[in-house]
């Protein structure tokens, strides 16, 4: 697989205003708390048209990957709780600034409901970041022979990942390297030149040993081989990163 007043380094925030400037306040009314012992398991980030914004059992270090579309491996200088503890967030916007937000168009919109989670965040957890390149280690993404991918018929992007598969349908090849590189621990980088969405079925045995005596499944570097006809090769690559300033546990509510 949530906030109100405001501010943020205008550095941070600037190439998306740059796009979208139809709405300049940020939520009207928010809650951030932490997520109840008792939940799905899963992450939840939910961004449906107009000016509300909910995410349910999201690290922060997750809602910032989302909020600056920003791989979490990107995302340096971190302590350990943004990546341990988990939060349920809930925001909504003046009646107004929903009403302008339902009529843009769907880029747009989804442009401008990512600056407005980056304002939440900064409030309420007194974030502050600054972007820069830094050369970092990485596995680029590649084409190994003739690609073992079918062209997706698709209009939207869905994906769905476990301990021992990935899956999705409408994917470039951009959202398959984050992917992998989810799996593989790593920066994944894209180097495989291919501009199409795809449908994808990926399958692969567990490094733990935990798998079935009969099992066939490659591992996980081989299956990407075998199954989709791309490889992941060892590289240095400059690539732009968020780096934390300073963070603070969320304020209450």
Same mark, same amino acid.
């Given at each position: 697989m949530r906030g109100p007043k405001f501010l943020l380094l205008a550095m941070l925030t600037m190439p998306l205003m740059a796009q979208v400037s139809a709405v300049?306040?940020?939520? @009207?009314?928010? $809650?951030?708390?932490?997520?109840?012992? !008792?939940? +799905? %398991?899963?992450?939840?980030?939910?961004?449906?048209?107009?000016?509300?914004?909910?995410?349910?059992?999201?690290?922060?270090?997750?809602?910032?990957?989302?909020?600056?579309?920003?791989?979490e491996k990107r995302i340096l200088n971190t302590p350990d709780w943004m990546s341990r503890e988990r939060f349920d967030l809930q925001a909504k916007t003046d009646a107004a600034t929903d009403a302008k937000m339902r009529e843009m168009n769907g880029d747009?919109?989804?442009?401008?409901?990512?600056?407005?989670?980056?304002?939440?965040?900064?409030?309420?957890?007194?974030?502050?970041?600054?972007? @820069?390149?830094? $050369?970092?280690?990485?596995?680029?993404? !590649?084409? +190994? %022979?003739?690609?073992?991918?079918?062209?997706?018929?698709?209009?939207?992007?869905?994906?769905?990942?476990?301990?021992?598969?990935?899956?999705?349908?409408?994917?470039?090849?951009?959202?398959?390297?984050?992917?992998?590189?989810?799996?593989?621990?790593?920066?994944v980088v894209n180097r495989t030149g291919l501009t199409d969405s795809y449908d994808i079925k990926l399958e692969w045995s567990p490094d733990d040993g935990s798998a079935p005596a009969d099992s066939n499944a490659p591992s996980f570097f081989r299956a990407i081989q075998e199954q989709l006809g791309l490889k992941l090769i060892p590289a240095k690559e400059p690539l732009e990163v968020l780096v934390l300033d300073s963070v603070e546990q969320p304020s209450q509510n």
């Open positions: 300049t306040n940020g939520f @009207e009314v928010s $809650t951030v708390k932490p997520t109840p012992a !008792v939940n +799905d %398991g899963r992450t939840h980030i939910n961004y449906p048209a107009g000016g509300s914004f909910s995410a349910s059992n999201v690290t922060l270090r997750g809602l910032l990957a989302w909020a600056y579309d920003m791989p747009d919109a989804h442009i401008e409901k990512r600056r407005l989670v980056q304002m939440l965040i900064a409030d309420r957890f007194a974030l502050k970041l600054h972007r @820069e390149t830094q $050369t970092l280690s990485a596995l680029d993404l !590649v084409v +190994d %022979g003739p690609p073992r991918l079918q062209k997706s018929t698709s209009n939207g992007k869905r994906w769905d990942a476990g301990k021992t598969y990935f899956r999705g349908t409408g994917l470039t090849t951009d959202i398959i390297a984050e992917q992998l590189g989810q799996v593989a621990g790593r920066v």
